[in-house]
């Protein structure tokens, strides 16, 4: 009887020394396939390490758009130049003169006029240049310098009526002729 046992022991220890065996020869890998796992994990490191970058740049660059979006543009006033004389003479001797003035904002005063000469009216909630330029007079009425965005919003309908209520005119908010003329006036007198 012990030596069915001993005969037992030996093959059970037999097979399970074959079964490791079979284990460390199926998971045992060449050097080639080490290196390659190797350099697998390694880039696979990188390529995390490059996308929180890119994350973290991202978020830089879009902290760096509102802090562009918020900071104001400057209004640049334009030098005051001294208004002109031209003087014509005809054959009989008399002289003609023509005095033409030039206003310090001449080329806002400009692009009012055409806004008024073409009998455009703007409103609240209106884009594009047109409403730059009344935002423009608003910078320069205002002594500001906030952000011509081309878009008639809420702030700039509060500013139009604020102008509005200070020249005498009905406070609608909205632009239109006697208001440009309203400005294009306030304008000249500024010199």
């Known amino acids: ?3 069915l ?7 059970v220890a037999l097979a399970l020394v074959g079964f490791l065996g079979y284990w460390a020869v199926n998971t045992m890998q060449s050097g080639t396939e080490f290196q390659a ?3 697998i994990n390694e880039l696979e490191k990188e390529n995390k390490d490059l996308k929180k970058e890119v994350e973290d740049l991202t978020d830089q660059l879009a902290n760096f758009e509102v802090k562009d979006e918020e900071i104001a543009p400057i209004a640049i006033e334009e030098p005051a130049p001294k208004p ?5 003479t005809n054959t009989t001797s008399t002289t003609n003169t023509t005095t033409t003035n030039t206003y310090k904002n001449q080329t806002l005063i400009n692009e009012l006029q055409k806004l008024a000469d073409d009998r455009v009216v703007l409103e609240f909630k209106n884009v594009g240049s047109k409403v730059g330029t009344v935002q423009k007079f608003l ?3 205002n002594k500001t310098s906030n952000r ?6 809420d702030g700039t309908r509060k500013l139009v009526i604020a102008f509005q209520k200070d020249q005498g005119l ?3 908010g909205g632009v239109g002729y006697s208001t ?4 294009i006036a306030w304008l000249k007198k500024q010199g």
Request: charge should be negative.
């Open 84 to 88: 002109t004389t031209t003087s014509t």
């Open 139 to 141: 910078n320069v009425y």
């Open 5 to 11: 046992k001993l005969i037992l022991l030996t093959i």
């Open 1 to 3: 009887m012990d030596k």
């Open 180 to 183: 440009l003329n309203k400005m």
């Open 170 to 172: 009905s406070a609608d």
């Open 148 to 153: 011509v965005d081309n878009d008639f919003g």
């Open 37 to 39: 796992s190797e350099k």
